[in-house]
């Protein structure tokens, strides 16, 4: 695994799509724009997104400070930790297919419309009560057969 905050220039130019993984410390009451209040329990969190400008463009927001919120996952970003990003480098938008992958996916738990108000999921972020994400990893890379995944942690 390759550490990315160190070395941001491992994130790839490419267009494709991306997880964030999340760690909640604690419950929170966090303000989601038009979702409102939203009540977050302790634990991981697996958020689902797309950059078909580029990955390192859009994953570049995410390893600083966020100024200006523009999307949902803003509002977490400042209250939780990046330990990792997981990207999917691929001209295809696969972002919608990886949230439905995760909502059949035991052991996770879709918070209802998060980072979905453009699209027809249920979801775009899933709750994780195991810590163990790595065969989760696995089985995504294999349905999606994306051969260049890889996995970018952050401390």
Known sequence: MKTVDKQPDLLPKEPGSYLLILENPMLQSLSVGRLGVLAFEPGCYIYVG?????????????LRP????????????????LTAIWVF?????????????????????PVPRFGSTDCRCSSHLFYMREKEKAPLFEKLKGALTCRNAQVLTYS
């Open 89 to 109: 480098p691929s001209a295809d938008r696969l972002e919608c297919r990886i949230a439905r992958l995760l909502t059949r996916e035991p052991g996770l738990t």
């Open 66 to 81: 966020i100024e200006r919120p523009h999307w949902h996952v803003d509002a977490l970003c400042s209250a939780f930790r």
């Open 50 to 62: 797309s950059a078909m400008g580029g990955l390192k463009r859009r994953l570049t927001r995410y």
